[in-house]
């Protein structure tokens, strides 16, 4: 019924109950005001039938448009997920957002460097300069009193570490690294290809310890990366890290170009629906556009302890073939949130009193 023949009704009735009431207040005519009740009665009918039809056809509309929002919510994912990931892995690689240095010393055993671009050598080393016939682009040092006093990557670096029985290695792809060795008494092997010799560093009794300091940038796409090895003498731990990527893949076998993945065992858990997956040895573990709010690798004896909590704009983790997405749906996220649902609970009990509200109008007029 459209909203003019309902215009012209209500006016009709209006003009009838008037005209019912003057008939029976001037002339007494029942039969004339009878016959117009009987009219208005008739159109209070139609109007409730037309009512009842209108709300079936709301609900259908309604009931359809619930349906096709919740299979929206349900194959609809979160833009980003919160992600905690705790696992071992034998090797994690990422990629720095920002700079990042090394909090504290570290007393070592050993120290290896190489393919760096500047070693630079205490003054007590010059005659192996001259020997060598310039700075020395690899160094090792070992046997001694050694503390690596600095480890500092670039933003954009793009770092490996590698867990190596009692080493970690870190293998520098792209970007800058530079630190620096403060050495009591070391024996050196000084290599600049093609030359290689050994000398021993030594400083007397109570005298500051003597600096070596070494630097990598990488300078051509395709340049070999640099790889800076440290066996240290307690379990390592280097906190604060910021990854804008994080991967756990690594070459099965050198220059196969067949890639697996590294991790030992672990967790992940999507914080805002609570889905957990145990990691395996050999899961899969993929991440994109991730966040760092708090990332660790320490020592452990299995590999490299990973501590991870941040977002990521794609997660996928279990075995080979069986991975799970764990970004939930929109639904999923909805569910879970308590406060958004005492919201939308709000909204829904505004909504229904003012839809009664309409409803006790549109009758009273």
């Known amino acids: 019924m459209s909203r003019a023949t309902r215009r012209q009704l209500r006016a009709e009735r209006k003009r009838r109950l008037a005209e019912a009431a003057d008939r029976l207040l001037r002339a007494d005519k029942v039969d004339d005001a009878d016959r117009n009740l009987k009219w208005i009665d008739t159109l209070d009918r139609l109007e409730r039938a037309v009512r009842q039809s209108g709300r079936i056809q709301w609900g259908l509309a309604i009931g359809a448009l619930s349906v096709l929002l919740v299979a929206l919510a349900w194959s609809i994912r979160i833009p980003r997920a919160h992600l905690s990931i705790d696992l071992i892995t034998r090797s994690v690689q990422f990629t720095t957002t920002n700079e990042w240095e090394s909090a504290e010393s570290t007393a070592?055993?050993?120290?290896?460097?190489?393919?760096?671009?500047?070693?630079?050598?205490?003054?007590?080393?010059?005659?192996?300069?001259?020997?060598?016939?310039?700075?020395?682009?690899?160094?090792?040092?070992?046997?001694?009193?050694?503390?690596?006093?600095?480890i500092v990557f670039s933003a954009d670096s793009d770092v490996e570490v590698i867990a190596n029985a009692d080493e970690i290695e870190f293998v520098v792809h792209?970007?800058?690294?530079?630190?620096?060795?403060?050495?009591?008494?070391?024996?050196?092997?000084?290599?600049?290809?093609?030359?290689?010799?050994?000398?021993?560093?030594?400083?007397?009794?109570?005298?500051?310890?003597?600096?070596?300091?070494?630097?990598?940038?990488r300078q051509a796409e395709n340049g070999t990366p640099a790889t800076?090895?440290?066996?240290?003498?307690?379990?390592?731990?280097?906190?604060?890290?910021n990854a804008g990527q994080l991967s756990f893949r690594d070459e099965l076998a050198a220059g196969s170009a067949v890639f697996g993945s590294t991790i030992e065992h672990g967790t992940i858990e999507t914080?805002?629906?609570?889905?957990?997956?145990?990691?395996?040895?050999?899961?899969?573990?993929?991440?994109?556009?991730?966040?760092?709010?708090?990332?660790?690798?320490?020592?452990?004896?299995?590999?490299i302890h990973v501590s991870f909590e941040g977002t990521a704009s794609k997660a996928i983790a279990g075995p080979e073939g069986f991975e799970t997405n764990m970004k939930p749906s929109v639904l999923a996220y909805l569910y879970r949130q308590q406060p958004l649902a005492i919201l939308?609970?709000?909204v829904a009990f505004v909504f229904g009193v003012a839809w009664r509200l309409r409803e006790f109008m549109t009758r009273s007029r």
């Open 108 to 150: 070592v055993e050993r120290v290896v460097a190489s393919a760096m671009s500047t070693i630079t050598l205490p003054e007590g080393l010059s005659d192996a300069l001259e020997e060598l016939g310039g700075p020395p682009t690899a160094i090792v040092a070992d046997s001694g009193d050694l503390s690596v006093q600095q």
């Open 271 to 303: 914080l805002e629906s609570g889905l957990t997956e145990e990691l395996r040895r050999g899961d899969q573990l993929t991440l994109d556009g991730v966040r760092t709010k708090r990332l660790t690798l320490a020592q452990s004896p299995d590999g």
């Open 174 to 217: 792209g970007g800058e690294l530079q630190g620096t060795i403060f050495v009591q008494s070391a024996g050196l092997v000084l290599e600049r290809p093609p030359m290689r010799m050994e000398a021993q560093l030594t400083v007397e009794a109570l005298a500051p310890p003597e600096t070596i300091g070494f630097r990598f940038r």
């Open 344 to 346: 939308w609970g709000a």
């Open 228 to 241: 800076l090895r440290i066996r240290t003498q307690k379990p390592w731990s280097f906190p604060g890290l």
